[in-house]
């Protein structure tokens, strides 16, 4: 069975940072295109990074600059860092795992934050 789990998730005030993980099993990440995906409350769900063969990286023009996706081959793991969080960026973060054939997998989600 291919599960996703996403973690790291909370509470930051505006500036700070937050380190978010996907932790992929059924699957070897590195062989699929992982992405990280966001949807605020009333609003369509939306692409934030793309990695893709273990190390290409695609990013929304939002966070460019300011998040970076990457990954651990050991340990089948997706992450997205954060930085300079801003209160816009207040989502739940869901992990995506496709390839060529179907179907795409979802994680649960993990929520974000960013508030005085």
């Known amino acids: 069975q291919v599960q996703l789990v996403e973690s790291g998730g909370g509470l930051v005030q505006p500036g700070e940072s937050l380190r978010l993980s996907c932790a992929a099993s059924?699957?070897?990440?590195?062989?699929?295109?992982m992405g990280w995906y966001r949807q605020a409350p009333g609003k369509q769900r939306e692409l934030v990074a793309i990695?893709?063969?273990?190390?290409?990286?695609n990013y929304a023009d939002s966070v460019k600059g300011r998040f970076t996706i990457s990954g651990d081959n050991a340990k089948n793991t997706v992450y997205l860092q954060m930085n300079s969080l801003k209160p816009e960026d207040t989502a739940v973060y869901y992990c995506?795992?496709?390839?060529?054939?179907?179907?795409?997998?979802w994680g649960q989600g993990t929520q974000v934050t960013v508030s005085s």
């Open positions: 059924g699957i070897i990440f590195s062989t699929y295109t």
């Open positions: 995506n795992a496709k390839r060529g054939v179907p179907p795409e997998h």
């Open positions: 990695i893709s063969k273990g190390y290409s990286t």
